[in-house]
C-alpha cells in the first residue's frame, strides 16, 4: 500500500454555517472523484462543525480509500491510501491533478508563500522499509530497490540494500552504516589524505566492511592489522560490497596486512601488556553517543577504547576516528571533553566531510599524544 499526505488550509468561516459546510464538503467529495472512479462515502459527521470541524470517508473497496479532515482551525488534510490494483506511479498523476484542482477552490485560503507541493507518496508494506532517520530527527527515504543480503549475527542485524543511486549499503541494526560511493569517509577517517603510510604499522579497529583495509593496502605501510568482530558482516563484505573492500579480503592475511575477527578489546590490552606500538590508530567501531550526559554503557565503550588505543599508540603517532553528524554539538562537545580528561594529555584536530549517503556533514577527529605535538 502507498499513502499520500495532503495538507492545505481553508476559511474556517466556513464551520460557522452549517449549509456552507454541507456544500463545501459536498464539493470535496465531488472533487475526490478525479483520483476513484466508483469510492463512496462511508463516514461523514453532520454536526457542530464549529467544535469539531468535519470528518469524510470515502472508500473504493480493494483499491483505495481518502480521509478528509478539516479542523476548526482551518486545516484541511487529505490522506489518500491506495492498495496495490494500481500502478502507484501512475497514482501520482491523478495526486497532483487533485492537488492542483482543489487549490483553485474558492473556500481554499492562498498562503502567504507559494502553495505546498504534494508530498512524495509514502511506501507502506515492502519488504523493507527505504526510510532512515538521520541524527538530526530528519526521515529521509533512500531509493533501495532491492534486498542484496539479510542476516543477524551474534551481535547485531546486518543487511546489505542496493540503492541505484550509490550502489550497494552496509546498514547495521538499521542504521546507514556504509555505501559504495561513500570513499569521502574512508579518506577522512585515514586522515583526509594528507598522511604518508610507507613504513608504518597499523591499526584498525573494526572496519568490517573493509574500506579502509582496501585503501590503505597499496600505500606502502610496513603492516596492517585489521579487527572486526562480526564474522558475518565481513564475510558478506567480500562477496556484496566489491565496491568498498575491492579483493582486500579474499585472503585474510598478505604480505602486509592480517585480518583478525574477534574482539578488539583483549587484542588492545594484548598489545599494551607486550609493549606493541602502532603509527596509527584508526578507530572504526562506532559513533560518538548521543546523550544528554556522557554516562551509559556506550560512553564507557568509548572511553575504554580510546585509553586503550593511546597506550598502543607511539609517541609521534595519530589516532583517526568518526564523531557524529555536525548538528550534534552538545555530544561533541562531550566527546571533547572526555579527551582532556584522558591521562595521556592529548591534542586533537577535527573537520568536517560530506559523506553521500548518510545525508549530513560528519566529524572526523584526528588526536595525538600532546607531549610530541
Not at 476513484?36 to 462515502?41: L, P, S
Not at 481518502?66 to 506511479?89: A, K, M, N, W, Y
Not at 560528519?362 to 588526536?367: E, I, N, P, S
Request: glycine share 8%; proline share 2%.
Amino acid at each position: 500500500m502507498d499513502s499520500w499526505l495532503l495538507e492545505l488550509r481553508f476559511k474556517k468561516e466556513i464551520l460557522k454555517d452549517s449549509k456552507l459546510s454541507e456544500t463545501f464538503m459536498n464539493g470535496l467529495v465531488e472533487a475526490v472523484h478525479l483520483i476513484m472512479d466508483g469510492g463512496r462515502v462511508v463516514f461523514k459527521n453532520n454536526n457542530d462543525y464549529v467544535n469539531q470541524g468535519f470528518t469524510v470517508f470515502i472508500q473504493e473497496p480493494n483499491i483505495s480509500s481518502v480521509l478528509i479532515q478539516g479542523t476548526r482551525d482551518g486545516v484541511l488534510t487529505f490522506d489518500l491510501h491506495l492498495l496495490s490494483v494500481v500502478e502507484p506511479e501512475v497514482f501520482d498523476q491523478k495526486v497532483l491533478a487533485f492537488h492542483n484542482k482543489l487549490v483553485k477552490h474558492e473556500g481554499i485560503v492562498r498562503r502567504e508563500t507559494s502553495e505546498f507541493e504534494p508530498m512524495g507518496r509514502i511506501k507502506r508494506g515492502r519488504k523493507f522499509s527505504p526510510y532512515e532517520r538521520t541524527t538530526t530527527g530528519l526521515v529521509i527515504e533512500h531509493d533501495f530497490d532491492k534486498l542484496v543480503f539479510d542476516g543477524k549475527s551474534s551481535y547485531q542485524t546486518v543487511r546489505i540494500l542496493h540503492s541505484m543511486q550509490f550502489g550497494n549499503c552496509l546498514v547495521l541494526d538499521n542504521d546507514m552504516n556504509l555505501s559504495e560511493s561513500d570513499l569521502p569517509y574512508t579518506v577522512a577517517i585515514t586522515g583526509g589524505g594528507r598522511e604518508d603510510y610507507r613504513g608504518k604499522n597499523v591499526l584498525i579497529l573494526g572496519g568490517g566492511d573493509g574500506g579502509i583495509l582496501h585503501h590503505l593496502r597499496d600505500k606502502g605501510a610496513r603492516m596492517i592489522t585489521m579487527i572486526d568482530i562480526d564474522r558475518m558482516v565481513v564475510d558478506a563484505a567480500k562477496i556484496h560490497l566489491r565496491g568498498i573492500c575491492g579483493d582486500a579480503m579474499d585472503k585474510e592475511e598478505g604480505d602486509n596486512y592480517k585480518i583478525i575477527v574477534g574482539d578488539c578489546v583483549p587484542h588492545l590490552k594484548k598489545f599494551a601488556a607486550e609493549g606493541q606500538k602502532f603509527d596509527y590508530v584508526i578507530n572504526d567501531l562506532t559513533a560518538i553517543p548521543i546523550s544528554l550526559e556522557p554516562t551509559g554503557s556506550f560512553w564507557d565503550f568509548l572511553r575504554l577504547i580510546l585509553s586503550l588505543s593511546i597506550d598502543v599508540l607511539e609517541d609521534d603517532g595519530k589516532y583517526f576516528t568518526q564523531g557524529n553528524s555536525s548538528n550534534m554539538r552538545d555530544a561533541l562537545r562531550m566527546y571533547e571533553e572526555q579527551l582532556n580528561k584522558l591521562e595521556v594529555k592529548v591534542s586533537f584536530t577535527k573537520e568536517t566531510v560530506c559523506v553521500p549517503s548518510y545525508h549530513e556533514l560528519w566529524v572526523f577527529y584526528t588526536l595525538w599524544k600532546s607531549a610530541q605535538s
